[in-house]
């Protein structure tokens, strides 16, 4: 029983649930026109809407991909999209298996008197979008907001982003979405593991202390934590077993086991340092489903192995399954590499 009396709580908790299932987690396909636009370059396409829907067609008609994805998150461009065959690439998704999620954000934007810090912007509008959002078959949102460690943070930068991620996250659950609740703090700077901890430890605690002020069903929302590491510039690497240990001190001591979902974002980590720090972080206990939202650390291969040429198609598709069954695997402590 949850001492709550919202209009969508049972539905909010069953999506989670389903989307935190064992073996499973979400495939982020959310980039940004200007984000997505980088990757296309990167294989010399031009990033037109023709390219966006045939490179996230081929994504969402993989075969058995429901096996080992639960939720892919989607930019507002391809939730209203068909493919090349006329279906709605959300009716793809379902017949897959797989829950559409929706971005909700509208990107990053300077925090005035910051130490050159972002806010996200959003939160205008963002009712009448995410009741718009569910009637077109979206389940569950995302709301990113970026922490940076070399530039502070500073205390209003921590207390923008958990405050916002707060009202975006009950302005979702009133609307019948899951928001997925998302303070990136970046892998940039020089910093060790320690430092990344004691960050990570602050904008956890205002994150909780925002979500309970404004009445957040924590059974109905998942998380999307960055791991703790050592900065990208640092000289000290961490291995997947210190990683581990460092990111559930943290979250056992921020997180309550009532979250059913903790799912991690890749930030930069290489497809394989991604599956082996999630494997760690699932062979030491924890009261949570421990799995991935990934990205880059999903993408890499398959959008090399594509080149925009519809006879890498099939090539392509293989190896997001095996990128996929591979976190899967990691998701239940059984990868092999
Ligand atoms: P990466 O896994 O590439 O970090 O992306 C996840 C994401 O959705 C960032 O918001």
């Given at each position: 029983?949850?001492c709550?009396?919202?209009?969508f709580d049972?539905?909010?908790?069953?999506?989670?649930?389903?989307?935190?299932?064992?073996?499973?987690?979400?495939?982020?396909?959310?980039e940004s026109?200007?984000?997505v636009?980088?990757?296309l370059?990167s294989i010399?396409?031009e990033?037109?809407e023709?390219?966006?829907?045939?490179?996230?067609?081929?994504?969402v008609?993989?075969?058995?991909?429901g096996?080992?994805i639960?939720g892919?998150?989607?930019f507002e461009?391809?939730?209203y999209?068909?493919?090349?065959?006329?279906?709605?690439?959300?009716?793809m998704?379902?017949e897959?298996?797989?829950v559409p999620g929706?971005?909700?954000?509208?990107?990053l934007?300077?925090?005035?008197n910051?130490?050159?810090?972002?806010?996200?912007?959003?939160?205008d509008?963002?009712?009448?979008r995410c009741?718009e959002?569910?009637?077109a078959?979206?389940?569950?949102a995302?709301w990113r907001?970026v922490?940076?460690?070399?530039n502070?943070p500073?205390?209003?930068?921590v207390?923008?982003?958990a405050?916002?991620?707060a009202?975006?996250?009950a302005?979702?659950q009133?609307?019948?979405l899951?928001?997925i609740?998302?303070p990136?703090?970046l892998?940039?700077?020089?910093h060790?593991?320690?430092?990344c901890?004691?960050v990570?430890?602050?904008?956890?605690?205002?994150?909780?202390?925002y979500?309970?002020?404004?009445?957040?069903?924590?059974e109905?929302?998942?998380l999307k934590?960055?791991m703790?590491?050592?900065?990208?510039?640092s000289?000290?690497?961490?291995?997947?077993?210190q990683?581990?240990?460092?990111?559930?001190?943290?979250?056992?001591?921020?997180?309550p086991?009532a979250?059913p979902?903790i799912m991690?974002?890749?930030?930069g980590?290489?497809?394989?340092e991604?599956t082996l720090?999630?494997?760690e972080m699932n062979?030491?206990p924890?009261p949570?489903?421990?799995?991935?939202s990934?990205?880059r650390?999903?993408q890499n291969?398959?959008?090399?192995?594509?080149?925009?040429?519809p006879?890498?198609?099939p090539?392509?598709?293989?190896a997001l399954?095996?990128?996929?069954?591979?976190?899967?695997?990691?998701?239940?402590?059984?990868y092999?590499?």
């Open positions: 029983m949850v709550r009396a919202g209009k049972e539905e909010l908790m069953k999506t989670a649930r389903t989307i935190a299932s064992p073996g499973r987690g979400i495939l982020a396909m959310d026109n200007a984000t636009g980088k990757r370059d010399g396409l990033n037109s023709a390219n966006r829907q045939a490179y996230r067609e081929m994504l008609s993989t075969k058995g991909l096996q080992y639960s892919a998150i989607l461009e391809t939730l999209q068909s493919g090349s065959n006329g279906k709605r690439m959300t009716d998704l379902v897959n298996g797989i929706i971005k909700v954000d509208k990107g934007a300077p925090l005035a910051s130490n050159n810090e972002q806010w996200a912007m959003g939160l509008g963002l009712d009448k009741a959002y569910h009637k078959g979206a389940r569950f995302k907001s922490v940076s460690i070399p502070g500073s205390p209003i930068a207390r923008e982003t405050y916002g991620l009202r975006y996250a302005i979702c009133n609307n019948g899951v928001p609740v998302e990136e703090i892998l940039d700077g020089d060790d593991i320690n430092r901890l004691a990570f430890e602050d904008v956890w605690a205002e994150t909780f202390k979500l309970a002020d404004n009445k957040v069903l924590f109905g929302i998942l934590p960055s703790v590491t050592p900065g990208a510039e000289p000290a690497r961490a291995t997947p077993q990683v581990a240990e460092m990111t559930l001190i943290g979250l056992k001591r921020r997180v086991p979250v979902g991690f974002l890749s930030g980590q290489s497809e394989l991604a720090n999630l494997q062979r030491q924890n949570w489903h421990v799995s991935f990934y990205a650390a999903l291969t398959v959008l090399k192995t594509w080149q925009g040429k006879e890498n198609v090539k392509a598709q293989e399954l095996k990128r996929a069954k591979a976190n899967s695997d990691a998701q239940r402590g059984q092999d590499p």
